[in-house]
T-cell receptor
Framework: DVKVTQSSRYLVKRTGEKVFLECVQD?????MFWYRQDPGLGLRLIYF???????EKGDIPEGYSVSREKKERFSLILESASTNQTSMYLC?????????????FGPGTRLTVL | QKEVEQNSGPLSVPEGAIASLNCTYS??????FFWYRQYSGKSPELIMS????GDKEDGRFTAQLNKASQYVSLLIRDSQPSDSATYLC?????????????FGKGTKLSVIP
């Protein structure tokens, strides 16, 4: 069974705080992704990683950074949280172990920045 | 820009009816196509994949692909209130070693009891 876990389901932070969102997958796959999802805007790719210590910017990387020190773990960092980063954050990994070769998602983190 | 377009809905169907969800894509070289279901406040869950022209059936779900028209659809037969969700169409675009997906913004389906 495909398993992707995220560190928190709900998170409330203050403007200016540094925020860490963690994602862990047990699929042993190189590719991991961070998206944010907002009403009317759909899923937007923030960053992805194709191997340990490797990362690529997605469509909306501004205000975010990422870390991939181990294959199974991909962290999203908000260096100085702002109210416009209030969103649902979704981590995904690619795997061939589900019923199709595609991306599988974690449960998501609903982040509110006050 | 590789795009995936879906009607945002909401699409309302009575219980027991067939729901038809449609998706068009711009990248003619795309090879893999997926439908995800997303309940409110939850993450997307894969429900169907299709790779070849034609129909693919799985239980009450049928995915249809027409590469010449760049069109993918999802039919849900005998719709149930539990099918009420947002359905995301996703396409694996062409390109070397691409593990990325391009997602549509989703169609919200409401099944009325």
């Amino acid at each position: 069974d495909v398993k992707v876990t995220q560190s928190s389901r709900y998170l409330v932070k203050r403007t200016g705080e540094k925020v860490f969102l963690e994602c862990v997958q047990d699929m042993d796959h190189e590719n991991m992704f961070w998206y944010r999802q907002d009403p009317g805007l759909g899923l937007r790719l923030i960053y992805f990683s194709y191997d340990v210590k490797m990362k690529e910017k997605g469509d909306i990387p501004e205000g975010y950074s990422v870390s991939r020190e181990k294959k199974e773990r991909f962290s999203l960092i908000l260096e100085s949280a702002s109210t416009n980063q209030t969103s649902m954050y979704l981590c995904a990994t690619w795997t061939s172990l589900g019923f199709a070769d595609t991306q599988y998602f974690g449960p998501g983190t609903r982040l509110t920045v006050l | 820009q590789k795009e995936v377009e879906q009607n945002s809905g909401p699409l309302s169907v009575p219980e027991g009816a067939i729901a038809s969800l449609n998706c068009t894509y711009s990248d003619r070289g795309s090879q893999s196509f997926f439908w995800y279901r997303q309940y409110s406040g939850k993450s997307p869950e894969l429900i169907m994949s299709i790779y070849s022209n034609g129909d693919k059936e799985d239980g009450r779900f049928t995915a249809q692909l027409n590469k010449a028209s760049q069109y993918v659809s999802l039919l849900i037969r005998d719709s149930q209130p539990s099918d009420s969700a947002t359905y995301l169409c996703a396409v694996n675009p062409s390109g070397a070693g691409s593990y990325q997906l391009t997602f549509g913004k989703g169609t919200k389906l409401s099944v009325i009891p």
